[in-house]
């Protein structure tokens, strides 16, 4: 059978103190050692709540949030790499006669990486680099929506 001791924290130690575990008797005196009421002490350079803050409001409590004007439209373009084209090219297109046909119509093509093969990219826009690297490897962009292309 096993035994289950109780925890040495739970038997109001001190000798004839009567501090229970507390410390020394004036620890124990007014509300100064609690260290304040609510979220006291979580200010942005205090370290008083810092654990129990991060625990129940993540990474976001800390540091300014801002805001943008109504008129400011965000930048949602989504952007991808040559580089992750060419590593799962059968993931983004199919394999024909002509080279690998890539449709990505609501992206942006990014100029990072190497072009091995030949592509053929529905794309919305694509960087200068990208361009060249895709013609250099005999492979062309066409663009969704009617652009022109600076040579």
Not at 117 to 128: D, G, M, Y
């Amino acid at each position: 059978m096993k035994i289950i001791k109780r925890k040495k924290e739970s038997r109001m130690h001190g000798r004839k103190m009567g501090t229970h575990g507390g410390g020394c008797r004036k620890n124990r005196k007014g509300h100064g050692h609690r260290g304040g009421v609510g979220m006291a002490g979580s200010g942005k350079r205090a370290d008083h709540k810092k654990t129990l803050i991060i625990k129940n409001h993540g990474h976001n409590y800390f540091g300014k949030k801002g805001f943008t004007s109504i008129g400011t439209k965000r930048d949602t373009r989504q952007r991808i790499n040559l580089r992750d084209i060419e590593l799962s090219l059968e993931k983004y297109g199919k394999k024909t006669s002509a080279g690998y046909e890539i449709n990505l119509k609501d992206y942006k093509i990014l100029g990072v990486g190497e072009v091995k093969n030949k592509l053929i990219i529905t794309c919305k826009e694509a960087s200068k680099s990208a361009i060249e690297k895709i013609k250099k490897a005999g492979g062309s962009l066409i663009f969704s929506i009617a652009k022109e292309v600076k040579k």
